[in-house]
């Protein structure tokens, strides 16, 4: 036999827009559906749908076939109604709790989705990290777009070797609260944030990159940068997405891209060798087991299990 694999649109994709960043975030991923061959429902927040209209004029007056790419009405109501009447996939972006809602009316068509549901982003501060750059980083973190951004930073982990130098810091310029966890060292950084439920992502400050590295790919989130906070993941190149509570699929990058499509495979057979149509027979376990010796068997017993085989299937 041989095998082919394409990739296929789902049909129609549904995005439910966010109301943080109701420009980037449904854009990008109607585009990607768009790209992928799919027809788009745009669902954009509360008070954001002229921001959904003008990116739509953007689109159809790029060449976008209007006829594939609608906006939607702000209210829930349109959402679960284009829900209900069949679309293929959906994208949302949104709060746990709303995204459990739209799981739920999901779950009764068996529609796929990809979810993005926020977290509780953690910083860990390693010993040798440059406390100024932390700093500025959770600084810059807790005033973007007003806080409202799903990585804002939401716990600080720091090792106690830098503790006390990095708080006091943080305590003269007013920098607003979050959680503080205190650990003895890297390792139990690395298992304190694992250990959370909502896993989007996790940022790790050290001078040491090596170090950084080898203990990021222990860390079970959507994504883990390395001394810095919330903009790589804007790169179009880098997927996003969380898992655990914060959801699961991706957008953006390669892989956000492949989430717009469904692998569709097609095998051929030629020649007229049909042996499984047959009824089965004791025979079949001497042709399985031959086969499996001279697949994966060495020596004198693959040559001989290869003479068995040949006998099996010819006699």
């Known amino acids: 036999s041989s095998f082919t694999v394409e990739r296929k649109p789902f049909g129609v994709v549904l995005i439910v827009g966010p109301g943080n960043y109701p420009l980037f975030l449904p854009a990008v991923h109607a585009l990607h559906a768009l790209v992928a061959g799919n027809a788009v429902l745009l669902k954009p927040a509360p008070n954001t749908g002229a921001v959904a209209i003008a990116f739509a004029k953007l689109a159809y007056r790029a060449g976008i076939d209007p006829a594939l790419f609608t906006i939607l009405p702000e209210s829930v109501d349109s959402a679960q109604r284009a829900i209900a009447l069949g679309v293929d996939k959906v994208i949302f972006t949104g709060s746990p709790e709303n995204g459990r809602d739209v799981f739920a009316q999901l779950g009764r068509h068996n529609t796929p989705a990809v979810m993005e549901l926020s977290g509780e982003d953690a910083v860990l501060v390693f010993a040798d990290a440059d406390a100024d750059l932390v700093v500025r980083a959770l600084s810059f973190g807790m005033r973007l777009n007003g806080g409202e951004t799903c990585m804002t930073p939401r716990r600080l982990i720091v090792v106690d070797a ?57 860390i079970k989130s959507g994504f883990v940068l390395i001394n810095d906070l919330i903009v790589p993941t804007a790169d179009p190149r880098m997927p996003f997405g969380g898992v655990k509570k914060s959801g699961f699929g991706v957008t953006r990058g390669e892989e956000g891209l492949l989430e717009m499509t469904f692998a569709h495979g097609v095998a051929v057979r030629r020649g007229n060798f049909y042996h499984h149509f047959d009824e089965s027979s004791p025979a079949d376990a001497r042709i399985f087991s031959s086969y499996i010796l001279a697949a994966h068997g060495r020596g004198r017993k693959r040559l001989a299990a290869i003479r068995e085989l040949a006998k099996a299937l010819t006699g």
């Open 162 to 218: 830098i503790a006390d130098e990095l708080l006091a810091r943080l305590q003269r310029i007013n920098s607003p609260n979050f959680s503080v966890e205190r650990v003895h060292d890297e390792a139990a950084a690395v298992v304190r944030a694992g250990a959370a439920d909502f896993a989007l992502g996790v940022c790790i400050f050290s001078r040491d990159i090596a170090k950084a590295r080898s203990l990021a790919v222990n």
